[in-house]
């Protein structure tokens, strides 16, 4: 009769190739943003009381991101409702095309907005006509945000309004609520801590965007754009308090999230 003992030191072996594989990524992940962090951090927090143009750097980008996260929710829970409770034919496609975004190239995605909202096209120059500039603008920005960050919003949304039984709304209907109604009084507040995670979620990645931004209104400078600048002009030295006050700013909305979902948590992705 074989001995067990083999196998047993063969799942030993393969739990300490698996555990330091394992280590390996991790340090790969957090070895360079802590590198940033400590080797930077209060270079960057110093930089914020005396480089002018750092600072409002980051008071764009977090006017944009903040801006384009309220369009996004404004337009995205409610689509992330429809998807989520209702089924309909192209249902599927839809929830693709949603999705397109998060696996284009984000200078594609910016080539993309620039050939739809560009000054020469019908519908920058309607825009332009009613005063609104995309291009080179804040509302350029706002666009590149929104673009390549609402889809994570409606996918979080989707996730949140799909852990509420929809039977609750029908409890509310037969008492007599009309279906909005019973969405305000029951869905969202058991769906908000959801919500809110899938807005800061969007909130994060709009303010971690470069590629579409830099595509589409390279001026006025956002924090990431300005990053690349003073690196490609300037040399590394000069683009590293930047980018510590980049991640810094990163650890904010990981915090919320850690708040809102408690600390062993954080909201799922679809996949």
Same mark, same amino acid.
């Given at each position: 009769?074989?001995?067990?003992?083999?196998?047993?030191?063969?799942?030993?072996?393969?739990?300490?190739?698996?555990?330091?594989?394992?280590?390996?990524?991790?340090?790969?992940?957090?070895?360079?943003?802590?590198?940033?962090?400590?080797? =930077?951090?209060?270079?960057?927090?110093?930089?914020?009381?005396?480089?002018?143009?750092?600072?409002?750097?980051?008071?764009?980008?977090?006017?944009?991101?903040? *801006?384009?996260?309220? &369009?996004?929710?404004?337009? @995205?829970?409610?689509?992330?409702? !429809?998807?989520?409770?209702? %089924?309909?034919? @192209?249902?599927?496609?839809?929830?693709?095309?949603?999705?397109?975004?998060?696996?284009?190239?984000?200078? /594609?995605?910016?080539?993309?907005?620039l050939l739809v909202l560009g000054r020469g096209t019908p519908a920058g120059r309607a825009?332009?006509?009613?005063?609104?500039?995309?291009?080179?603008?804040?509302?350029?920005?706002?666009?590149?945000?929104?673009?390549?960050?609402?889809?994570?919003?409606?996918?979080?949304?989707?996730?949140?309004?799909?852990? /509420?039984?929809?039977? *609750?709304?029908?409890?509310?209907?037969?008492?007599?609520?009309?279906? =909005?109604?019973? &969405?305000?009084?029951?869905?969202?507040?058991?769906?908000?801590?959801?919500?809110?995670?899938?807005?800061?979620?969007? =909130?994060?990645?709009?303010?971690?965007?470069?590629?579409?931004?830099? !595509?589409?209104?390279?001026?006025?400078?956002?924090?990431? &754009?300005?990053?690349?600048? %003073?690196?490609?002009?300037?040399?590394?030295?000069?683009?590293?308090?930047?980018?510590? &006050?980049?991640?810094?700013?990163?650890?904010?909305?990981?915090?919320?999230? %850690?708040?809102?979902?408690?600390?062993?948590?954080?909201?799922?992705? %679809?996949?």
């Amino acid at each position: 009769m074989p001995r067990p003992e083999p196998r047993h030191g063969g799942q030993r072996a393969a739990t300490i190739v698996t555990a330091a594989l394992a280590s390996l990524l991790l340090l790969f992940l957090v070895a360079p943003l802590a590198g940033i962090v400590g080797g =930077w951090g209060l270079d960057g927090l110093r930089a914020l009381a005396s480089d002018a143009e750092l600072r409002a750097s980051l008071g764009l980008t977090l006017e944009t991101a903040t *801006l384009a996260t309220l &369009v996004g929710a404004a337009g @995205g829970i409610p689509l992330a409702y !429809v998807l989520s409770r209702r %089924r309909f034919r @192209g249902r599927g496609l839809l929830a693709a095309l949603l999705d397109l975004p998060l696996v284009v190239p984000h200078p /594609v995605a910016g080539i993309a907005l620039l050939l739809v909202l560009g000054r020469g096209t019908p519908a920058g120059r309607a825009l332009l006509a009613a005063g609104l500039e995309i291009t080179g603008s804040r509302t350029g920005i706002v666009c590149a945000m929104l673009f390549v960050s609402a889809p994570l919003l409606v996918s979080a949304a989707r996730e949140a309004f799909d852990r /509420v039984d929809p039977r *609750l709304e029908a409890v509310a209907r037969t008492l007599g609520d009309p279906p =909005w109604r019973a &969405v305000r009084r029951v869905t969202l507040p058991l769906a908000a801590r959801g919500l809110v995670s899938a807005g800061v979620v969007m =909130w994060a990645r709009a303010i971690s965007e470069f590629g579409a931004i830099v !595509v589409l209104t390279y001026n006025p400078k956002v924090a990431s &754009v300005l990053s690349y600048e %003073r690196f490609t002009a300037y040399g590394l030295k000069s683009a590293l308090p930047v980018a510590a &006050v980049l991640v810094l700013l990163a650890l904010v909305p990981i915090a919320v999230l %850690r708040t809102v979902h408690g600390p062993d948590s954080l909201p799922e992705r %679809r996949g």
